[in-house]
T-cell receptor
């Protein structure tokens, strides 16, 4: 069951540049999309979400874009900082359910 | 900042043994969840719990699994007879409103190793 896919297992970006993490989904009934960040030995930490009725949501250095026709969302981090180095999970909230469906994650490394 | 606390951080158990994973959710939260992540795979939903009953469960959450809120603070996941394939990182999470779009607060996880 691959309803939420993150096709890039890793991404390396220089400090100060933009990081773009991508996510694709197959189920058009998803209600909300979320991004979580995970450091080793810690649980996922909620970053930002977007409703399926919007195409952009911004919170500080983090912006999520949603392209419903392409069933694609992306997380932009500008400027990237070394502390952003972590695994980023895309997750989707199916309508009328109580759960999240996660992607497999993308490991972001921000180097000086 | 309030946090979800999970104990133990690592548990090793023999196949067939029962294990109980413990979680202390954030005190004013009303919705509780268990997720797991098998090494190298995605984080998977197991169960959600509200008002002292299961509100939703996945197909992974079979009869070997159970959850309980034995008192006002703890939320536990019990696996009755562990199998090798139960080896994973188990994450507890809690939420004040039950709306996933606000994001849950996850604990740091319990690494379960079944040998």
């Amino acid at each position: 069951d691959q309803q939420v896919k993150q096709n890039s297992p890793s991404l390396s970006v220089q400090e100060g540049r933009i990081s773009i993490l991508n996510c694709d989904y197959t189920n058009s009934m998803f209600d909300y999309f979320l991004w979580y960040k995970k450091y080793p030995a810690e649980g996922p930490t909620f970053l930002i979400s977007i409703s399926s009725i919007k195409d952009k949501n911004e919170d500080g250095r983090f912006t999520v874009f949603l392209n419903k026709s392409a069933k694609h969302l992306s997380l932009h981090i500008v400027p990237s900082q070394p502390g952003d180095s972590a695994v980023y999970f895309c997750a989707a909230d199916p309508n009328n359910t109580d759960k999240l469906i996660f992607g497999t994650g993308t490991r972001l490394q921000v180097f000086p | 900042e309030p946090e979800v606390t999970q104990t133990p951080s690592h548990q090793v158990t023999q196949m067939g043994q029962e294990v109980i994973l413990r979680c202390v959710p954030i005190s004013n939260h009303l919705y509780f969840y268990w997720y797991r992540q098998i090494l190298g795979q995605k984080v998977e939903f197991l169960v959600s719990f509200y008002n002292n009953e299961i509100s939703e469960k996945s197909e992974i959450f079979d009869d070997q699994f159970s959850v309980e809120r034995p008192d006002g603070s703890n939320f536990t996941l019990k696996i009755r007879s562990t199998k090798l394939e139960d080896s994973a990182m188990y994450f507890c999470a809690s939420s004040a409103w039950g709306y996933t779009n606000y994001g849950y607060t996850f604990g740091s996880g319990t690494r379960l190793t079944v040998v």
